[in-house]
């Protein structure tokens, strides 16, 4: 089986920093992998390990994510290669066009069983880009799946709903967006480490992936964290009609306002 994950790579949460007037300052958090990715690459990780094949990292974004520690970091966690469209006009793209252009580098990359995609990403949460490259390669696309098995050139998955499991069947190839719910990721040892270094990773830029024209919908005025406000502690004790509609009227008062 091949499979190809596609990873966001966003700044690292815990490094970005506040400032006195709510601005975030990004210069000291490094590039990583997005958190619902994560799950993700441990899912074609273990359905490589079961399946046998071919596990391939595919990743676009601006210049910025052709770093050498954030390559080793998305190798050590199973995939036997990278590739990478690296180019500064990818910056800010809105989720049609990251669609376009992880088609364009999937059609590169050639033929392929299984594509595999977080629920969203860890800084935007759009969850739109994984439905949108499943429209674009005109194969069968799942979302919420909590469990991957193959079996005979097809794929079984169980979709968590609100109020049941569901199980598919899906012929191959297909694209599958799975949910934090499907595994644990694991944490790289050393070694693991050590001999990512030693696995290729292919970078490209539009042009090598024949993608000349961009029309980004999207521009990023400011980006500012939100007021803290003190708590009121307003609570409404009980569940009889009268609590219950006392807590009706006083929701209703915070949203109108």
């Avoid at 709510?22 to 799950?39: C, H, M, Q, V, W």
């Avoid at 307003?234 to 219950?244: C, K, L």
Wanted: glycine share 6%; with cysteine; proline share 4%.
């Amino acid at each position: 089986m091949k499979i190809i994950t596609c990873i966001k790579v966003v700044p690292e949460e815990q490094d970005i920093v506040i400032k006195a007037d709510g601005e975030l300052s990004f210069d000291r958090a490094k590039p990583t992998i997005s958190a619902y990715d994560l799950n993700a690459v441990e899912a074609g990780a273990q359905l490589l390990e079961e399946c046998g094949g071919d596990f391939i990292a595919l990743s676009v974004g601006s210049g910025g994510i052709d770093n050498p520690k954030l390559k080793k970091n998305i190798l050590s966690r199973g995939p036997e290669s990278l590739v990478m469209v690296a180019d500064d006009r990818l910056k800010d793209l809105d989720t049609h066009q990251t669609a376009k252009v992880l088609k364009a580098a999937i059609e590169k990359v050639g033929e392929y069983d299984l594509i595999l995609c977080g629920e969203g990403s860890s800084d935007l949460y759009a969850q739109q880009v994984g439905p949108q490259l499943g429209q674009l390669l005109n194969v069968p696309t799942i979302n919420s799946v909590s469990k991957i098995t193959q079996s005979d050139g097809k794929i079984v998955v169980q979709r968590t709903l609100e109020n049941e499991v569901e199980t598919l069947e899906s012929v191959l190839p297909a694209l599958v967006i799975v949910t934090s719910d499907i595994n644990l990721p694991r944490i790289a040892t050393m070694s693991h480490v050590l001999a990512a270094g030693k696995k290729p990773a292919t970078v490209w830029t539009l042009e090598d992936i024949g993608v000349l024209e961009l029309f980004n919908t999207i521009e990023v005025i400011d980006t500012r964290a939100p007021q803290q406000v003190e708590r009121k502690q307003d609570i409404v004790e009980g569940d009889t009609d009268e609590a219950i509609q006392e807590f009706i009227t006083k929701l209703s008062t915070v949203l109108a306002k």
